[in-house]
């Protein structure tokens, strides 16, 4: 059974740092491409960056390119969200998923590309 377990969201002041984190099990993590998505209310779910097998590619979304980076260790079978200088306008459910395809990241971008999903994890971001 694959599970993907986000954690670290929370409230934090904007201009502030958090990281997330994207525990996965059940399935060979080496295999899997990890995205990060987020929705906001009222707001369609949408594509924050992905990360390559090996973690030697990452690919991000224009909103947040220059402030959130995104690591993975394969040995730990987690992925990480680091997110600097939030913004209000970042508050939303951050979830992360795994998509088994040998795919470019630039095709990794859509909901439709990803197999598995996490439940999500809370941010809010104060102004």
């Known amino acids: 059974q694959v599970q993907l377990v986000e954690s670290g969201g929370g409230l934090v002041q904007a201009g502030g740092p958090l990281r997330l984190s994207c525990a996965a099990s059940?399935?060979?993590?080496?295999?899997?491409?990890i995205g990060w998505f987020r929705q906001a209310p009222g707001k369609e779910r949408e594509f924050v960056g992905a990360i390559s097998r090996s973690g030697s590619s990452t690919i991000y979304a224009d909103s947040v390119k220059g402030r959130l980076t995104i690591s993975r260790d394969n040995a730990k079978n987690t992925v990480y969200l680091q997110m600097n200088s939030l913004k209000p306008e970042d508050t939303a459910v951050y979830s992360c998923a795994a998509a088994w395809r040998p795919s470019s990241l630039t095709t990794m971008t859509t909901t439709r590309a990803y197999d598995y999903w996490g439940q999500g994890t809370q941010v809010t971001v104060s102004s």
């Open positions: 059940g399935l060979t993590f080496t295999s899997h491409t």
